[in-house]
């Protein structure tokens, strides 16, 4: 244990503890055995967190308009510029864009600087296109955002319901928490989604329904309920308002199950078989994501699925709940210090008592008195030039937001853009102030996860550069903004005591977020603290199970909101006739600015690939592997098809993860509609109409180097690292011959005499090599017709290699064909052990025919798990040519 550090993985809401230590300059990482969250498990993003830390490409100093400045400087242009426009603009000219990515402590200050001292509540987080939703269902139902259950009861459950959640990829050890206890106890679970998802490929029974209409299965649900006598009437008496509204517009919206099936399009058996097991099971856990927030109707359905859960009493008791997972590190901790415009502070909104209380707490006169610009709108406001200054901190709306390219249209329109970040990115490439944030590992506080659990996350290497955290950042700026008697913090520990204290502030259990009990605590406290689950009331247990009678509406009681049916902001057409739908890969996370670096986690799925239904790409004359063009009212992307049985008839998926550092164009924030949810302001990120049509291709090319660049001036790139340095994927419309041109201009200008340089006019292609000065491959370019790309195993060894090139490859560099052929282990499926397609489907066709015979054989899905859904289906896929 010794030199071991207690800290907490900076992904998923999960918030997995994670042992982590230095040694001989590489960073090491395991699982916290003791840490409630994930009792020593990681999944692959966790387990690779050591790689990610080299500081290549890292901000270490701050910068003025691309030029190295002095932190004075810098800070103090911060605050001259957000000073003059609230001088010469009034407040609401002035904005922040925050994240769920950054601590509580962070969190904390940025909203106090904006809303209780700049005098604007418009600071909004990544966090509305994440969680608001979720946050405006909680509230209107429970009175208050809380969530109710602890992953404990995902475990106690006898039946979990995933909607819109790929459980498997998103939060990978809670995954892996409900298939352990399903072992044990048997218990059921049912996904609904509209495409096959890993999740789903576990799973019990799949409804994939028509893309959203949830509040149409969960109405159809609790008219269902109410016909089989499972209402908790008692219940229902004691503990709510508003069931006969709410089961009158259910029982108009789904008078009979088919109309449900058919409007769900699922099938009416698959459909009785959920309603009656959600019926029979009193134990029953639903989890939602972003199928259901990120939706033009995302609060409806939340609410629809509280009904269900709440006319049946199955809340705040063991082994049932609502139980909507949350997606940042600390998305909870945002929610919980205010971070959304239309929250003010402490889970308190803008209510007059609200608004004194906390201005009194703050000594703030200055309160904001109103909500302020939630994401959309906020950039919006960048963009039409009424918002003056805008300071971004630890997200990369350039990619991350809808309509992506009006975002960095409005980047670079606004005045005065402050970006801080721990690496470039798109967003920095508008910055006029960029400022080096600690990262992972250098930063220090707390988050919250998903099941109210706050851990700390601690430092274990020292500051890179000239690197500082985010609370110190903002309080400088703070104090050079005139209001240094309310940031005078010189530690974390200062920061966490007043947030907890402004919790329990004039709160006789009102607010069930009380952290009354650590407002006090030590500093020696603060850092030695355990994970603990709020409410941490004084004088009571902390954490448990909440909202299983009380509610926090005043009256104490639960509102059932009554919902109705309504199609996507915008419906396919003639024009756009695809439903694109976007998420997650199991091993990156949203923009790549970390994942994107570890050749282990991007080799599972190297390239932007576009899932097609089947039925269209037959009819559009597509193939898996064509480079196709997808364009919406929008923007567009280009990506590599994969012709997909787990989308439905007319549907396709393209990760959101792909960013301009990443390829020429694949990014689906820019495809996507910035149409929102009226109550939650959420985009309805899971539904764009779309075109997708084939890329004219000429040539395709690859190009392997050392160098990390950013190709310019090519219809279509695509890179991912690998051992000794990057593979780029190139193509283009030109005749091969401009494309030879294209793609050699790529080279350093330096080498390009010093190539092995070889074309093959007949066949069409061109080949290239250069040595380093080492001796050891230093390029390798290969253009030709598209499919006509040689086997390329051979050349990544000797860029992985690293050494001196030997005579023999030599040779076969200039012959162009390798000296041995080389197994090629296909794309890798378990990061972990590093397992390729290939090896598992020859073990398959070897008639090893169980997860665990493939493990044993190959060992892939032997250490986080996360793979083992994948591995199933490709036994499944093989099994059914096999039987063919
Ligand atoms: N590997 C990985 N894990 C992550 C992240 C990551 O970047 N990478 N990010 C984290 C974050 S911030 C978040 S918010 C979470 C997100 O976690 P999830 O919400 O689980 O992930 P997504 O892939 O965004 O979307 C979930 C599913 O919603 C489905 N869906 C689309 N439309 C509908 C619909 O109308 N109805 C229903 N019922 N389902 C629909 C999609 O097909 C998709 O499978 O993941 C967290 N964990
Ligand atoms: N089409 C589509 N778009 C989506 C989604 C989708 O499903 N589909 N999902 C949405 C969701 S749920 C989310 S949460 C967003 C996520 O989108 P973003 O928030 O834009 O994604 P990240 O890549 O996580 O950006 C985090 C940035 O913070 C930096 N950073 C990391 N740590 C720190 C720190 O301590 N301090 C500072 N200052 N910076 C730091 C990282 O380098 C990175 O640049 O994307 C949303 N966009
Ligand atoms: S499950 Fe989430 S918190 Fe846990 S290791 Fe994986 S990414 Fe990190
Ligand atoms: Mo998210």
Redesign the pocket.
């Known amino acids: 244990m010794s030199g071991e550090v207690h800290t907490a993985c900076?992904y998923c809401g999960v918030g997995c503890g994670v042992l982590a230590r230095l040694e001989g300059g590489k960073v090491h990482v395991r699982g916290d055995p003791e840490h409630p969250s994930n009792f020593g498990r990681l999944c692959s993003k966790g387990s690779a967190l050591g790689e990610t830390m080299a500081l290549d490409g890292r901000l270490l100093f701050p910068e003025i308009k691309g030029q190295r400045a002095s932190w004075d400087t810098a800070l103090d242009l911060v605050a001259q510029r957000f000073t003059q426009a609230v001088r010469d603009h009034g407040p609401d000219s002035v904005g922040f864009y925050v994240?769920?990515?950054?601590?509580t402590e962070?969190y904390y200050v940025a909203n106090k600087l904006l809303k209780g001292f700049i005098g604007t509540a418009n600071i909004d987080t990544?966090?509305r296109?994440?969680m608001a939703s979720s946050v405006a269902g909680h509230k209107r139902a429970f009175g208050e955002d809380i969530v109710p259950v602890s992953y404990e009861d995902l475990e106690q459950a006898d039946l979990v319901v995933l909607v819109g959640s790929n459980l498997a990829w998103c939060h990978p050890v809670l995954h892996q928490r409900l298939l352990a206890a399903r072992e044990k106890r048997g218990t059921k679970v049912v996904v609904i989604d509209p495409r096959r998802s890993a999740s789903a490929e576990d799973a019990d029974l799949h409804l994939a329904i028509r893309p959203g209409s949830d509040v149409l299965l969960f109405n159809g649900l609790l008219a269902h309920l109410a016909a089989s006598g499972v209402t908790n009437p008692a219940y229902i008496a004691a503990h709510t308002t508003g069931f006969d509204a709410a089961l009158a517009l259910a029982q108009a919206d789904a008078p009979d199950r088919s109309r449900v099936a058919k409007g769900c399009d699922v099938h009416p058996a698959d459909l009785a078989r959920f309603y009656a097991w959600f019926e029979q099971t009193p134990r029953t856990v639903t989890v939602y994501s972003?199928g259901v927030n990120?939706s033009a109707h995302g609060t409806d359905k939340v609410n629809a699925i509280l009904n269900c859960h709440i006319v049946t009493g199955r809340i705040g008791r063991e082994g049932a709940g609502p139980f909507s997972v949350t997606?940042?590190p600390n998305?909870m901790g945002g929610r919980e210090v205010g971070g959304l415009a239309n929250q003010l502070a402490a889970h308190m909104g803008f209510a007059a008592p609200e608004l004194d209380r906390v201005s009194r707490f703050w000594n703030a006169p200055n309160l904001a008195r109103t909500p302020g610009l939630k994401a959309v709108n906020l950039f919006e406001a960048a963009r039409a030039g009424r918002l003056k200054a805008l300071w971004i901190?630890?997200?990369?709306?350039a990619?991350?937001?809808?309509d992506a390219g009006r975002v960095r249209e409005a980047l670079g329109r606004c005045d005065f853009v402050v970006v801080?970040?721990?690496?470039r990115?798109d967003?920095t490439r508008h910055a006029d102030v960029l400022?080096p944030?600690?990262?992972?590992g250098e930063?220090d506080g707390t988050v919250t996860n998903s099941e109210r659990r706050i851990s700390r996350q601690r430092a274990f290497v020292p500051l890179p550069g000239e690197c500082r955290?985010?609370w110190a950042i903002l309080s400088d700026v703070a104090r050079r903004m005139g209001f240094a008697a309310a940031f005078p913090y010189r530690s974390r520990a200062e920061i966490f005591r007043e947030h907890a204290a402004l919790t329990a502030f004039e709160n006789d259990g009102e607010r069930l977020l009380d952290l009354g009990a650590l407002s006090d605590l030590a500093d020696a406290d603060y850092e030695a603290m355990a994970p603990v689950q709020w409410p941490v009331r004084r004088g009571a247990q902390p954490g448990g199970r909440l909202l299983a009678t009380r509610f926090a509406h005043p009256d104490g009681l639960a509102r059932l909101v009554p919902v109705r049916q309504e199609g996507p902001a915008r419906p396919v057409d003639g024009d756009y006739p695809i439903a694109l739908n976007?998420?997650?890969l199991r091993d990156q996370?949203?923009?790549?600015?970390?994942t994107g670096l570890v050749p282990r986690l991007m080799s599972h799925a190297p390239e932007p690939v576009l899932d097609l239904a089947r039925r269209e790409a037959q009819g559009f004359g597509l193939e898996t592997g064509d480079l196709v063009q997808v364009e919406s009212a929008f923007g567009q992307a280009l990506a590599r098809l994969r012709v997909s049985d787990a989308q439905r008839p007319g549907e396709a998926f393209?990760p959101?993860h792909w960013s301009g550092l990443f390829a020429a164009r694949a990014g689906?924030?820019a495809?996507?509609n910035p149409a929102t949810d009226a109550l939650s302001g959420q985009p309805e990120?899971?539904h764009v109409p779309v075109r997708i049509t084939q890329a004219p291709l000429r040539w395709v090319g690859l190009l392997l180097t050392r160098r990390d660049i950013r190709p310019t001036g090519l219809l279509h790139w695509s890179r991912a690292p690998v051992a000794g340095g990057w593979a780029y994927e190139l193509a283009g419309a030109e005749p091969p011959k401009e494309g030879v041109l294209l793609a050699r201009a790529l080279l350093p200008p330096a080498t390009r005499d010093a190539l092995i340089d070889y074309a093959d006019k007949r066949a069409g292609t061109w080949r290239a090599a250069s040595l380093g000065p080492d001796g050891a491959l230093a390029e390798a370019l290969l253009v030709a017709p598209p499919g006509r790309l040689p086997d390329r195993a051979w050349l990544l060894s000797l860029l992985a290699a690293g050494g001196p090139l030997t005579p023999s490859d030599r040779r076969a560099l200039l012959s162009g064909r390798a000296p041995v052929p080389m197994p090629d282990r296909g794309r890798i499926v378990c990061a972990c052990m590093g397992v390729g397609l290939n090896e598992i489907t020859n073990a398959v066709r070897n008639g090893v025919t169980t997860v665990e015979a493939i493990g044993a054989a190959t060992k892939a899905g032997t250490n986080c798990g996360s793979c083992r859904s994948e591995i199933r289906e490709l036994i499944h896929a093989q099994r059914s040519i096999a039987a063919e």
């Open positions: 900076p994240s769920g990515q950054l601590l962070d990544n966090s296109l994440c972003q990120q997606g940042q998305a901190m630890g997200t990369n709306p990619v991350s937001m809808p801080s970040d721990v690496t990115t967003t400022l944030a600690a990262a992972w930063k955290p985010d976007s998420g997650r996370w949203h923009t790549m600015t970390r393209l959101m689906a924030g495809v996507s990120l899971k």
